[in-house]
């Protein structure tokens, strides 16, 4: 299973800025581990805003709710959450609509 994933700071929840850059390098950090380890396959930082994004690939939704509970930054995220298919599976969905 694959999941886009879009995460951004909540307005207001950080405030301190040292507390701040200690936050983010230990999320930076778990995320380096989660690539190392295979489940997140693709993406990054943005560059406008403070967030990321990047394409999880996890076994099962118990397990992509652990990794995302298991976050340093879960409680001060906005997270969304797309699960991903294929084009394969998306134009055999739109030939079952055309009969």
């Given at each position: 299973?694959?999941?886009?994933?879009?995460?951004?700071?909540?307005?207001?929840?950080?405030?301190?800025?040292?507390?701040?850059?200690?936050?983010?390098?230990?999320?930076?950090?778990y995320k380096i581990d989660l690539e190392?380890?295979?489940?997140?396959?693709?993406?990054?930082?943005?560059?406008?805003?403070?967030?990321?994004?990047?394409?999880?690939?996890?076994?099962?939704?118990?397990?992509?709710?652990?990794?995302?509970?298991?976050?340093?930054?879960?409680?001060?995220?906005?997270?969304?959450?797309?699960?991903?298919?294929?084009?394969?599976d998306s134009y055999e969905g739109m030939k079952e609509?055309?009969?």
């Amino acid at each position: 299973m694959k999941f886009l994933v879009v995460e951004k700071i909540r307005p207001g929840t950080m405030t301190d800025s040292i507390e701040f850059a200690k936050l983010a390098g230990e999320d930076l950090k778990y995320k380096i581990d989660l690539e190392k380890n295979g489940k997140i396959v693709s993406g990054g930082p943005f560059l406008d805003i403070v967030g990321d994004f990047y394409v999880l690939e996890t076994s099962t939704i118990e397990e992509m709710g652990e990794i995302f509970f298991e976050s340093p930054s879960n409680l001060l995220v906005e997270r969304e959450v797309h699960p991903l298919g294929s084009f394969k599976d998306s134009y055999e969905g739109m030939k079952e609509l055309a009969m």
